[in-house]
């Protein structure tokens, strides 16, 4: 397990796929950024008819989609996104799904069930 420290909270990275949080607010991005990664690789995309013709989703992330004039700016917007959905997800208390083998926890340290 490695240690890490960024601004006003504390919060341990288990190196076999399981995010530990001792607090909120951590926003370290190499803490998110393999679970990022893994629902980018599960991101569906689709051209749709729109000012913004490119539109992707996340199987399994109810709510996370983004549109883009490109592809990039389409890939760029989930990134964002799905950043924001994880950071709800711990204000208000609601489960996070796993996604690629990754288990966000809460600062309980007890995994959260998938409905």
């Known amino acids: ?7 006003r909270a504390e919060g341990t990275v288990c190196v076999n796929g399981v995010i530990f949080f ?3 607010p951590i926003m370290d ?9 893994a629902a980018l690789e599960t991101a569906e995309y689709e051209v749709i008819d729109n ?3 490119f539109y992707v989703h996340v199987p399994g992330l109810v709510g996370v ?5 490109t592809v990039e700016d389409c890939r760029k917007e989930l990134i964002e996104v799905i950043e924001e959905w994880i950071v709800a997800k711990l204000q208000w208390g609601q489960p996070i799904p796993p996604m690629g083998g990754l288990t966000i ?3 309980s340290k007890e995994p959260i069930s998938v409905a």
Do not use: D, N, V
């Open 65 to 69: 989609w983004a549109t883009g004039k």
């Open 105 to 107: 926890l809460t600062s």
């Open 51 to 53: 000012p913004e013709p």
């Open 22 to 24: 001792s607090s909120y």
């Open 1 to 7: 397990m490695a240690r890490i420290k960024r601004g």
């Open 29 to 37: 991005t190499i803490m998110f950024a393999e679970y990022i990664q």
